[in-house]
């Protein structure tokens, strides 16, 4: 059975960082392409950032030049390193498997003062 586990969520104030984590079971992340995905409340799961099983990464508009995507394949485990964080980053945070289609039942992140 595979998972997907989410963790590193928390509240944060504007600028600060976090890093999140997705840790998998029951799969091989790194023959995967994997994402990192948000919603919102009262909006729709928007994509945050992927990375290639070679470690190609590629960033949405909104996020480029304050987060990071990585891979431990060792650990079997993807990273978001987000910085320079702004209350508009506030939502659940899922990573997802893309090509079959695994998500995690995310991590909450909050910004505020």
């Known amino acids: 059975q595979v998972q997907l586990v989410e963790s590193g969520g928390g509240l944060v104030q504007p600028g600060g960082s976090l890093r999140l984590s997705c840790a998998a079971s029951g799969i091989i992340l790194s023959i995967y392409s994997m994402g990192w995905y948000r919603q919102a409340p009262g909006k729709q799961r928007e994509l945050v950032a992927t990375i290639t099983s070679d470690d190609y990464p590629n960033y949405a508009n909104s996020v480029k030049g304050r987060f990071a995507i990585s891979r431990d394949n060792a650990k079997n485990t993807v990273y978001l390193q987000m910085n320079s964080l702004e209350p508009e980053d506030t939502a659940t945070y899922y990573c997802?498997?893309?090509?079959?289609?695994?998500w995690g039942k995310g991590t909450l992140v909050t910004v505020s003062s």
């Open positions: 997802h498997v893309l090509s079959v289609g695994y």
